[in-house]
């Protein structure tokens, strides 16, 4: 499998952070309109280098980056154009449908509600869709880190029939257990919203057994560290549930090898796959680590020993995970088995 044909292939991503995912001559000129004058440096290569978290070695080293990336999305006209570029950059890649997320409360800084940051990010997913047709819906985060999580679902809510499709809880993850915002996610649920939640990425299964039982995910950011409940061919009861409900995984092979600091054959993607786990391949921070879902693929191939059928089946569960409609999973569906097919 070349490259050229991995681009090619329609692809399906559930975990996509849009302010880990700006151009880096956005950022230098979203600074510039804004006054921003933090940047460490306004050379496109320097600034580059200095956003690549590839030698972080742990999420909070990792998440230093975007201290300055939300530093320019704070008005409406740069978080939709970001949106828009999102949705432009995604195409390029092979991408048909994305669930790109953020948290609004972030962009609060210079005085924009919640509700203006959904709607901008909105926008630029609807311009970005009819220029390329692909398909964006939001996941709204609250942070594990900040109080009043209650105020992010209730701003998602409001949103829920015109393009926000999920809730999920993103920052860091040891110390801030996801049952301190249990009623944050049950509101978003009582609305319609789907439930996402970051667990098992610097934390074990605990972590994971939390955003099921507390939070009620549906799927699961990153899970990884399920393997930390894993002996040989023995499942622990995390694990058991997580196979045999078939929960999916959002897995992040790339922004995981940076913030752990392990290597690519290390990674536990080919360990899960072939166990029967319910993975799904994803982006993460295309900025902070410097990737593309193509970037991915490969590195599944490359390292994993994916074969064209496997590629498939991931993509396939990302379909049967999206927060989506069944008539749009049938027609993702289609459109990936034809390529497929060909």
């Given at each position: 499998?070349?490259?050229?044909?991995?681009?090619?292939?329609?692809?399906?991503?559930?975990?996509?952070?849009?302010?880990?995912?700006?151009?880096?001559?956005?950022v230098i000129e979203l600074a510039r309109e804004s006054g921003y004058a933090g940047l460490p440096t306004s050379d496109p290569d320097e600034l580059s280098k200095w956003?690549?978290?590839?030698?972080?070695?742990?999420l909070e080293r990792y998440l230093e980056g975007f201290e300055h990336t939300i530093a320019v999305l704070q008005t409406r006209p740069a978080i939709k154009r970001v949106?828009?570029?999102?949705?432009?950059?995604?195409?390029?890649?092979?991408?048909?449908?994305?669930?790109?997320?953020?948290?609004?409360?972030?962009?609060?800084?210079?005085?924009?509600?919640?509700?203006?940051?959904?709607?901008?990010?909105?926008?630029?997913?609807?311009?970005?869709?009819?220029?390329?047709?692909?398909?964006?819906?939001?996941?709204?985060?609250?942070?594990?880190?900040?109080?009043?999580?209650?105020?992010?679902?209730?701003?998602?809510?409001?949103?829920?029939?015109?393009?926000?499709?999920?809730?999920?809880?993103?920052?860091?993850?040891?110390?801030?257990?996801?049952?301190?915002?249990?009623?944050?996610?049950?509101?978003?649920?009582?609305?319609?919203?789907?439930?996402?939640?970051?667990?098992?990425?610097?934390?074990?299964?605990?972590?994971?057994?939390?955003?099921?039982?507390?939070?009620?995910?549906?799927?699961?950011?990153?899970?990884?560290?399920?393997?930390?409940?894993?002996?040989?061919?023995?499942?622990?009861?995390?694990?058991?549930?997580?196979?045999?409900?078939?929960?999916?995984?959002?897995?992040?092979?790339?922004?995981?090898?940076?913030?752990?600091?392990?290597?690519?054959?290390?990674?536990?993607?080919?360990?899960?796959?072939?166990?029967?786990?319910?993975?799904?391949?994803?982006?993460?921070?295309?900025?902070?680590?410097?990737?593309?879902?193509?970037?991915?693929?490969?590195?599944?191939?490359?390292?994993?020993?994916?074969?064209?059928?496997?590629?498939?089946?991931?993509?396939?569960?990302?379909?049967?995970?999206?927060?989506?409609?069944?008539?749009?999973?049938?027609?993702?569906?289609?459109?990936?088995?034809?390529?497929?097919?060909?």
């Amino acid at each position: 499998m070349n490259r050229t044909w991995l681009a090619r292939l329609p692809k399906v991503e559930l975990h996509n952070h849009l302010d880990g995912g700006l151009r880096i001559a956005t950022v230098i000129e979203l600074a510039r309109e804004s006054g921003y004058a933090g940047l460490p440096t306004s050379d496109p290569d320097e600034l580059s280098k200095w956003f690549f978290r590839g030698g972080s070695g742990s999420l909070e080293r990792y998440l230093e980056g975007f201290e300055h990336t939300i530093a320019v999305l704070q008005t409406r006209p740069a978080i939709k154009r970001v949106a828009y570029e999102a949705g432009l950059d995604l195409h390029a890649d092979g991408v048909v449908y994305a669930e790109i997320r953020f948290a609004p409360v972030l962009n609060t800084r210079r005085g924009l509600r919640r509700e203006d940051a959904i709607e901008a990010a909105l926008l630029g997913f609807a311009e970005a869709r009819a220029e390329t047709g692909i398909r964006i819906n939001l996941i709204v985060d609250a942070m594990r880190n900040l109080p009043d999580s209650e105020r992010d679902a209730r701003a998602a809510a409001a949103y829920a029939d015109s393009g926000v499709v999920g809730f999920d809880l993103a920052g860091p993850e040891a110390g801030y257990p996801p049952g301190a915002h249990r009623r944050a996610c049950e509101y978003a649920a009582e609305h319609g919203l789907s439930i996402t939640i970051h667990a098992g990425e610097a934390d074990g299964p605990n972590s994971i057994a939390a955003a099921l039982d507390e939070c009620g995910a549906m799927r699961i950011g990153h899970g990884i560290r399920i393997t930390d409940d894993i002996a040989g061919a023995t499942f622990g009861p995390v694990a058991t549930r997580v196979h045999r409900d078939r929960i999916p995984l959002e897995v992040c092979p790339t922004s995981n090898l940076h913030t752990l600091g392990i290597s690519a054959a290390a990674h536990p993607l080919g360990e899960l796959f072939r166990a029967g786990f319910n993975v799904t391949l994803n982006t993460d921070n295309r900025l902070m680590s410097a990737v593309t879902l193509t970037d991915e693929f490969e590195l599944a191939v490359r390292h994993h020993g994916f074969t064209e059928a496997d590629l498939h089946r991931v993509t396939r569960n990302a379909v049967a995970g999206a927060f989506v409609d069944g008539d749009t999973r049938r027609r993702l569906a289609d459109l990936v088995d034809a390529a497929y097919a060909s």
